[in-house]
């Protein structure tokens, strides 16, 4: 069984600059590794001794992000048969668990009143029925399309002509260390209706997440890691002796409003004589980017210089780093 030369496995630092003064990378004589950083304090710290380095790569905070997950529901006047309830499902995924038997299922529906005609009145009035049906378990907003752009529910007037539902995913909450904002896993199923006893579809569902403007970052997902791995080092940096204890804020360096750029090295710890072991570590450091409507991928340019300077590893930097340069 492998012996680690400290007890963890997994050491994540923030730096704040690529100045002298708040990062440097030096080798010693025997070309192992080492990382010189500043804590929220201001206090020098020094990482682990990196050596016999296995793997190495950066990662840019763009291919980190995500798009919210969304649908847009569509018929037409051809689609409508008098006496049918079209009915949409919201099916839910993984909603308590991580199985796929954890499912969990919305639904909205609206009565055809003529056949060939109206579906502007029965789209509007499904739209109605579905915000009320998912707004109190908040995982989802649905919105209408008048006159090709999107408006609340509540705001839908008389005149107002509806000819899409917009079906969309609410970032969830988030508390650092306590509540992860996980990506809401839906799909929206338009189940068929009946025609002349024939089964007919009487909408389109589109998958329109590629063409959403917001962007969400990284900084939450890094910040919730630097609180978990700082954990390792020490209790005082998850609370403990509560109510007597130094407040998260004041002892994290990351900001979960920006995006973070990421540098990985996978290395081991190999004892002497018969203690040849590996024991495998990563060490990541997480570098300010910008946000994600103004990336700034300089400081994670001039760390990975730095790194690349001393000669124990070359580390290839991202495309996503020189985008906004060209």
């Given at each position: 069984m492998a012996t680690f030369s400290v007890n963890k496995v997994k050491h994540l630092y923030v730096v704040p600059s690529a100045n002298a003064s708040d990062f440097k990378a030096?080798?010693?004589?025997?070309?192992?590794?080492?990382?010189?950083?500043?804590?929220?304090?201001?206090?020098?710290?020094?990482?682990?001794?990196?050596?016999?380095?296995?793997?190495?790569?950066?990662?840019?905070?763009?291919?980190?992000?995500?798009?919210?997950?969304?649908?847009?529901?569509?018929?037409?006047?051809?689609?409508?048969?008098?006496?049918?309830?079209?009915?949409?499902?919201?099916?839910?995924?993984?909603?308590?668990?991580?199985?796929?038997?954890?499912?969990?299922?919305?639904?909205?529906?609206?009565?055809?009143?003529k056949t060939g005609d109206d579906v502007e009145v029965f789209l509007k009035e499904l739209a109605k029925n579905l915000y009320d049906n998912t707004r109190k378990q908040g995982m989802v907003d649905v919105k209408a399309i008048v006159n090709s752009n999107e408006k609340d529910i509540k705001s839908l007037g008389d005149a107002d002509v509806v000819t899409a539902i917009i079906v969309r995913e609410i970032e969830q909450a988030w508390v650092r260390g306590v509540r992860a904002s996980e990506p809401v896993d839906f799909t929206v199923v338009t189940p068929f209706i009946t025609d002349g006893g024939v089964d007919a579809a009487w909408a389109t569902v589109t998958d329109e997440t590629a063409n959403q403007t917001t962007v969400l970052g990284n900084g939450k997902k890094v910040a919730d890691m630097e609180y978990f791995h700082l954990g390792d080092r020490a209790d005082i940096y998850r609370m403990m002796g509560w109510p007597n204890h130094w407040p998260s804020e004041d002892l994290l360096l990351v900001d979960p409003t920006k995006q973070y750029d990421l540098i990985d090295i996978h290395y081991a710890y190999i004892g002497a004589s018969e203690d040849t072991n590996k024991g495998e570590k990563d060490i990541t450091l997480a570098i300010p980017a910008g946000t994600v409507d103004a990336p700034d991928h300089s400081v994670a340019s001039a760390v990975l210089t730095a790194i690349n300077a001393t000669g124990a590893v070359t580390i290839t930097e991202p495309d996503e780093w020189n985008a906004e340069e060209e």
């Open positions: 030096y080798t010693d004589q025997e070309k192992t590794l080492y990382f010189g950083m500043k804590d929220a304090k201001g206090n020098a710290v020094r990482s682990d001794q990196i050596t016999n380095i296995l793997r190495a790569s950066a990662t840019a905070a763009e291919s980190m992000q995500r798009k919210l997950k969304t649908y847009k529901i569509t018929a037409t006047d051809a689609d409508m048969v008098k006496g049918q309830v079209g009915v949409v499902r919201l099916s839910y995924k993984h909603f308590v668990g991580i199985s796929d038997e954890d499912s969990y299922f919305e639904y909205g529906s609206a009565l055809m009143k």
